[in-house]
Structures are given as structure tokens and as C-alpha cells.
């Protein structure tokens, strides 16, 4: 191994032990709150099971909102209420609040758009055969749309990994914080180096894993 | 017994269903004819509560299905199968799992659900393709897993809408003979929407001609029976032989 790599061996699991939890934390809030966003939003919409203008007029606004921020100003904005929820707005626990907050908007777009592509038969079919929302929803839409889910998903865990990079700026920590305090800052450029390297090995694991995964289960 | 009663129903402006009545009495094989955008489709929906009627009554069995809300309409659902164009089957699941969602939908005895499956596949000829995907068979067959599982729940009133319209004419004489069999064999009823008429004559015994949204006459017929279609070449040349002269190449 690298000599440098030996010397910040401690902080650099430390900076991937970080990535982790803020990714982990946004792949949960994208799971399991940018899901159901997503499927109401799809299910209120104009001609769907639910319809509903205000509730859909409502949620899109709100996910429009939040994506439209620069992610940057959005962590900036969200410290009075990460300070509120978590106590402190510094830390990669208060790192994390921001993230899920974008993962759950970012996530949420994915799963409408990935729902809008289920032809709307099957799910006719499903309601005369006396299915209930709920019904429809886990046995007919999730298991036709689920490929696409995953690979929304998976588009999704990438750009939360971009996402979490910049959480340096209120001491979330991470891989993407090292690299900039002790290899831009401190000039170690071989450093910066090694973790853009680990990054694009992080990336192509996720990208791959997604895809042969949505691969397997699709069988249309 | 199906009657509807001074239904009427309108998207936006546009009366799409306008002042039909019509009963379709137990047994019948019933059809619905007319040029494409005359309503049937729309019609045949308002029957199972697709579209709800703005006016007027859908009775099934004597029960006014417009005054049903959530679980009693859903159950009200169950007794009245219904097959589409498009086959609609769910494409990530087997052809077992496809007919299999609609006994779990009405809690049919866990137990007696794989049986259940099987004899319903038995019936449309398909007991080998219970682990197949839709995207592995034909549209004859895959229209056929949708009879099938429209009969999972032994409904009494079997809707088709177009059910042999996608369909090659091997296919759709594969299907309608199913669909023979469905009335004749279990006594369902049905109702057939199709703008093709040998579909409708070969199998009605009643037909509602629909124009403009409105019922323009309804008449008694007598099936003729589904025509045997033969996949021997000579008969292609037979048919194309029948009405002229055939200049052989
Ligand atoms: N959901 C809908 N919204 C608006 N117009 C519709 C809708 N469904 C049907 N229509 C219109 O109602 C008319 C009848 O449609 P349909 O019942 O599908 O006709 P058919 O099955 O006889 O071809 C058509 O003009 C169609 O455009
Ligand atoms: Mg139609």
C-alpha cells in the first residue's frame, strides 16, 4: 500500500465510515419516505387512482422547491431545523438531515416518472378484479415498475455520494471533505487522488450492482 | 342479470354514453357492435364501475352498483370478470402468479389456491405454462391466462372488451372457442365489445348496435359458431381462390 495511504490509514476509514452513514441515511429516507412521496404524487395525479389536485399541486411544488435549491444553500437553509431535530446543526449526524431531506425529493421524481411508465391496463385490470389502492399498489404497480425502481434508485445512491461530499461545510465529515482538507489544502494531490479513486470504485460497485440486479428481475 | 338504466356519461363536455338502457339476461352470450369511438368500450365500463355513470342506475343481479362505495363495490367487482385488448397481464409475474393475485385479492383458502390455478389453466388448454412469463407466449395464449384469470374467482358475468382485436385469426378462433366454452361449460354470461362483426355473429345470441354513444337498435341472433381455422397452406390458397380468380405466379 501507498506510503500516505499508511499514514492517514485511521482517517480515512474513518472518512468512508462517514460516507457511509450519510449515504446509508439518505438511501433509507429515499426508501422509505421519497418512495411513498413518489407514489402519491403519481397516484394523485390528473386520471389516476387518487386523484387529487390540491394534494398532488402541493407535493410537487414542495419536491420542486427543494430540488430547485443549490444543495449548498439547502444545508445552509435547513441548520434551524437540523439544529431542532437533531440538536446540534454540526456533525455528521446533523449532516445527515439535509441529505435525507434532498434524497427524499431527488428519489421521489425518480419513482413518479418511473410509475407514469406502467401501462395503466394492468392496473385497470387489478381494479375490476376488486383489488383495493392498497392492493394495487403492492401487487400490481411496485412488482411492474419494479425494475425501474431500482435503477432510480441506484441513479439516486449516486448522486447522494456527490451530495455528501460537500458536507464538510458543517463538519459532516466524509471522503469528499478529506480529500479537500488534507489533499487540496495540504497540497497532498496523491492523496486527493486516492479518494477520487476510492469514490469512482464506491460508484461503479453501486452502478453495477443496480443495473445486473433490475436486469434480473425485469421480465417484460 | 345485467340492466342498466338511463345511463348517461360525459368526459368534459362530451356526451360519450347517452340515455342507454339495455338488459342482458342471465346465459347470454351478448354483444356490442359499432364503428370505433361510438362508446362500447365506455359502455362496457360503466357495467363494472370503470367509469361511474353520471346518471342513471347499473343494477347486477338486481343491486344498483352506483349507490356501492370501497369494499362492497370491490367485492361487488369479483363476481364480474373482465378481459381487455391488451391481455393486461402483469408482466413480472408467472402465468400461475398472474391468476394466483386474484384469488389472494378475494382471500380465497391459501391451500386451495395452487389447485384453483391449475384447474383454471386446465380450462383455456395452458396447465404447461404456469411458470412462463406474458413475454414468453403468444397473444392467443396470453389472452387466454386473462380468461383464465378472470375465472379464478367463478364470476358470473365474464366483460371482454375487443378481446380478439390484436389478435391473428388462429388466435382469435383459439380464443373465442375459450370463450364458447366459458358460457356453455360454466354458465357465465357474457358481454363482447368488437367492431368485428364474424366475431360478434359467430358467438351472440343478442347484439346492441351502438352509434354516437346511443343504442341504435337491438336485435336477437343466432350464433354461428366459431369458425375452424385451418393452418394448412391449401387453405389460404382456397379462400383467396374463393371469390375471383387466382392468377398462380
Ligand atoms: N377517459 C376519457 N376521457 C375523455 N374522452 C374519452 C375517455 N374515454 C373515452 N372517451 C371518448 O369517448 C368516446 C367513446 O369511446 P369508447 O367508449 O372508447 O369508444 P369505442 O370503444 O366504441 O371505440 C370516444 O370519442 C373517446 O374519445
Ligand atoms: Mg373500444
Not at chain 1, 111 to 128: I, M, N, R, W, Y
Not at chain 1, 170 to 182: E, H, K, L
Not at chain 1, 188 to 201: A, C, N, R
Not at chain 2, 23 to 35: C, H, L, N, S, V
Request: include cysteine.
Amino acid at each position: 500500500m501507498p506510503e500516505i495511504l499508511v499514514q492517514y490509514e485511521a482517517q480515512i476509514w474513518q472518512a468512508i465510515g462517514e460516507t457511509f452513514i450519510m449515504v446509508g441515511v439518505s438511501i433509507l429516507a429515499a426508501v422509505l419516505l421519497g418512495l411513498p412521496v413518489g407514489t402519491l404524487l403519481y397516484l394523485c395525479r390528473k386520471g389516476n387512482l387518487l386523484e387529487n389536485r390540491v394534494a398532488f399541486s402541493t407535493l410537487n411544488l414542495l419536491v420542486n422547491i427543494i430540488r430547485s435549491f443549490p444543495f449548498l444553500l439547502l444545508v445552509v437553509f435547513l441548520i434551524p431545523f437540523t439544529r431542532l431535530i437533531i440538536g446540534t446543526a454540526i456533525g455528521t449526524a446533523a449532516a445527515t438531515v439535509p441529505l435525507a431531506i434532498i434524497a427524499i425529493a431527488h428519489y421521489s421524481r425518480l419513482v413518479e416518472q418511473t410509475l407514469l411508465d406502467v401501462p395503466k391496463g394492468v392496473l385497470e385490470a387489478a381494479v375490476s378484479m376488486g383489488a383495493s389502492v392498497r392492493s394495487v399498489i403492492f401487487k400490481f404497480l411496485y412488482v411492474e415498475a419494479r425494475s425501474g425502481l431500482v435503477v432510480g434508485l441506484t441513479t439516486s445512491i449516486i448522486s447522494f455520494i456527490s451530495y455528501s461530499t460537500i458536507m464538510g461545510v458543517v463538519g459532516g465529515g466524509g471522503i469528499g471533505d478529506f480529500a479537500i482538507r488534507f489533499g487540496y489544502q495540504q497540497f497532498k494531490t496523491e492523496l486527493m487522488m486516492y479518494m477520487i479513486v476510492i469514490m469512482v470504485i464506491f460508484v461503479q460497485i453501486i452502478q453495477f450492482t443496480g443495473m445486473t440486479v433490475a436486469r434480473m428481475i425485469d421480465k417484460r | 342479470m345485467i340492466q342498466l338504466h338511463h345511463v348517461n356519461k360525459r368526459f368534459e363536455q362530451f356526451e360519450a354514453i347517452k340515455d342507454v338502457s339495455l338488459t342482458i339476461d342471465k346465459g347470454e352470450i351478448y354483444g356490442i357492435i359499432g364503428a370505433s369511438g361510438a362508446g362500447k368500450s365506455t359502455l362496457l365500463r360503466l357495467i363494472n364501475l370503470l367509469e361511474v355513470p353520471d346518471t342513471g342506475a347499473v343494477e347486477v343481479n338486481g343491486r344498483d352498483l352506483t349507490k356501492l362505495r370501497g369494499k362492497r363495490l370491490r367485492d361487488a367487482r369479483k363476481s364480474i370478470g373482465m378481459i381487455f385488448q391488451g391481455f393486461n397481464l402483469v408482466a413480472n409475474k408467472t402465468v400461475y402468479e398472474n391468476i394466483a393475485v386474484s384469488l389472494e385479492l378475494s382471500n380465497y383458502p391459501r391451500k386451495e389456491r395452487r389447485g384453483r390455478v391449475e384447474e383454471c389453466l386446465r380450462f383455456v388448454g395452458l396447465e404447461d405454462f404456469m411458470k412462463k412469463y406474458p413475454a414468453q407466449l403468444s397473444g392467443g395464449q396470453k389472452q387466454r391466462v386473462a380468461i383464465a384469470r378472470a375465472l379464478a374467482n367463478k364470476p358470473e358475468f365474464l366483460l371482454c372488451d375487443e378481446p380478439t382485436s390484436s389478435l391473428d385469426p388462429n388466435s382469435t378462433a383459439e380464443v373465442l372457442k375459450v370463450l364458447e366454452d366459458v358460457n356453455k361449460r360454466l354458465g357465465v354470461t357474457i358481454v363482447i365489445v368488437s367492431h368485428e362483426m364474424d366475431v360478434i355473429k359467430s358467438l351472440c345470441t343478442q347484439v346492441t348496435v351502438m352509434a354516437n354513444g346511443e343504442v341504435y337498435e337491438t336485435v336477437r341472433t343466432k350464433p354461428k359458431g366459431v369458425k375452424h381455422i385451418d393452418n394448412n397452406p391449401k387453405y389460404f390458397v382456397d379462400q383467396l381462390a374463393k371469390d375471383g380468380e387466382v392468377d398462380r405466379a
